[in-house]
């Protein structure tokens, strides 16, 4: 793709209405903003071979990962989907604010019931003042492993990148894969109650690479130019670990985090967990041959069983001796936290912002895993827990019960006994949460249960303090916000203390998944202008199943255009 066809706008309107993976030059004119951009999602199972098995999974088109939906700044999104499989289903539109479109945000249970089968539904939003590299993802159980895209917002025409335009740019969208089928595998796991089996490979755009078995010829490569830049999105789609990411000999630029432009700031890696994206820079600046890209794991936990072999992806140049061997890339240890914090202390808004210095709301939440009792009768198979109890996960030590029916439907037609809208502010009581908890195991290390929201007044300005636990083990937890992006104005080690956290006010990262730091905290501030329920969880998805999240009920302003739209007609029921 050296030279730019005349036909370029053409070919792109092209991917637009059909959602081809192509890889596209950004010099050229994009469509006009403000279009509609039209999609037609299937829900269907495939038979894929990989790692010497294979098994029927969910997919959308057929494609693993799923097609690419292309838009610009300020674009209508429609897109229908319609479920020919017998799992439920739902599409969560990872990072897109839905400003007055919270019915279309797509997490089960809280925003919709779940597309049955046979059923069809229309997801319709529109990209406010957003542009970038989001993500599209199943929000019901944990069909996400499989049924994942790219959504990638370009800036409106004639508006350029605020760095050099690349010579090409390329997704890369970072994954879990089991031999199992993943329903079966949520299910046991549940009944268990202990933890999951770790992925049997990550993924690279769907391929593992030659570390696994039989999967030689299953490697993605991209093929480069020396002297060129290219513009590489990285897309965390994975279920339960959060990842490294490096390219052998050479260094990664950011200029994008979820989706918002950053001060530039070169690195050798990159960590990702779950819901995060990140935009990079890469010159291949190096002698021609094979560099590999390397996924390798990033586990912050203590005495978790997780996949140690890393993925490989090609990093090619034009004119390298075919069939070379690739030269190695070097990843952090698996609990390197100072890489991960390195990385993090790097990011800033590309310009100074406006943070509120105000706070109308001020909250605290602690985060963190619990055991629960085991109260089975077969403790054998269901308390296979620490301490032969049953794995939970909490906010302010409540575990987030699903629903049996909508939410966000429950909330606008009034129907009571779904939810109750007393989620604490502060912590029940307040301790060591980091070193000396006073339910460590193997005391009680017990969570309370229930869905319990937390109210917001419109327009209120909001500041949350999350702070990680070591009730049982200190983690990094990849926190999601949906329905707003947040200034992370501050974040460090140990328990949070307001005279001595350091906040940065004036050019802050503006993100929508928030890695709570290993035995710390971090604090973030949003304007709660965004009528309607919204989930806020962990992007684990084990720690999610195991109530690591609670809901956001913003109410409505006066003005129109503050508050919740009605239903759409073709809403699921449950």
């Known amino acids: ?49 990989k790692l010497c098995s294979t098994k029927d999974m969910v997919t959308i088109n057929g494609k693993f990962p799923g097609p690419s939906v292309y838009a610009q700044e300020d674009d209508r999104i429609i897109v229908n989907v319609t479920n020919e499989t017998p799992f439920n289903i739902t599409i969560h539109w990872h990072g897109v604010r839905q400003k007055l479109s919270c019915w279309f945000d797509g997490p089960s249970y809280i925003t919709q019931c779940p597309i049955q089968a046979g059923q069809s539904f229309t997801y319709e939003f529109t990209m406010v003042k957003q542009k970038g590299t989001f993500f599209w993802h199943a929000h019901v159980s944990w069909l996400r492993a499989t049924v994942y895209g790219a959504l990638i917002v370009y800036p409106k025409t004639g ?71 290219y513009l590489l999105r990285l897309i965390h789609a994975g279920l339960n670990m959060e990842n490294f990411f490096a390219i052998a000999n050479h260094k990664l630029t950011i200029v994008e985090a979820d989706a918002e432009y950053s001060k530039p700031f070169t690195t050798d890696r990159v960590m990702l967990g779950p819901g995060q994206t990140i935009g990079v820079l890469v ?5 021609p041959g094979k560099y590999s890209m390397a996924m390798g794991p990033y586990m912050s936990a203590k005495g978790v069983k997780f996949q140690n072999i890393s993925s490989i992806a090609y990093f090619q140049y034009s004119g390298a001796v075919p069939n070379s061997l690739s030269l190695p890339a070097k990843l952090p240890c698996f609990n390197d936290n100072l890489a991960v914090k390195t990385v993090m202390d790097g990011l800033r808004s590309l310009n100074p912002v406006n943070v509120s210095r105000q706070i109308d709301t001020d909250l605290f939440v602690t985060i963190g895993l619990n055991v629960q009792k085991c109260h089975s009768k077969t403790p054998k198979q269901n308390c296979q827990g620490l301490n032969n109890g049953v794995m939970a996960a909490s906010m302010n030590n409540i575990s987030f019960v699903k629903p049996k029916i909508s939410l966000l439907e429950a909330y606008y037609k009034k129907i009571n006994g779904s939810f109750t809208e007393d989620f604490p502010g502060v912590p029940l009581k307040f301790y060591d949460f980091v070193n000396g908890a006073p339910n460590n195991a193997p005391n009680n290390t017990q969570a309370l249960n229930g869905t319990k929201a937390l109210v917001l007044e419109y327009g209120a300005r909001v500041q949350l303090i999350m702070q990680d636990t070591g ?66 969880h962990c992007h684990l998805d ?19 255009l503050e508050i919740l739209p009605h239903p759409p007609a073709d809403l699921p029921q449950c």
């Open 159 to 229: 508006v350029p990148y605020p760095f050099k335009a690349p010579y090409e740019e390329h997704t890369l969208i970072l994954g879990e894969y089991w031999l199992q089928d993943v329903v079966q595998l949520e299910r046991a796991t549940a009944a268990s109650g202990g933890p999951p089996t770790p992925t049997n490979a990550y993924t690279i755009n769907g391929h593992p690479g030659p570390n696994y078995n039989c999967s030689n010829n299953d490697v993605y490569q991209i093929d480069v130019v020396s002297g060129k830049t």
């Open 1 to 49: 793709m050296a030279n730019l066809p005349t036909s370029f706008t053409i070919v792109l309107s092209f991917l637009f209405i059909y959602g081809y993976n192509y890889n596209v030059h950004v010099m050229a004119q994009w469509p006009s903003g403000g279009s509609t951009r039209f999609y037609d999602f299937k829900v269907q199972t495939k038979r894929v071979t």
């Open 471 to 536: 009730t049982v083990t200190t983690e990094n937890h990849p926190i999601h916000l949906h329905g707003y992006s947040f200034y992370v104005v501050g974040y460090g080690t140990g328990n949070y203390n307001p005279k001595t956290a350091n906040f940065n006010l004036v050019d802050p990262p503006y993100m929508n998944t928030i890695g709570v730091p290993v035995g710390g905290w971090a604090a973030i501030r949003f304007v709660a202008d965004n009528p309607g329920v919204w989930f806020m």
């Open 283 to 287: 010159t291949a600046d190096q002698s």
């Open 542 to 560: 084990i720690h999610q199943s195991w109530g690591l999240g609670t809901v956001l009920v913003v109410k409505n302003g006066k003005g129109d």
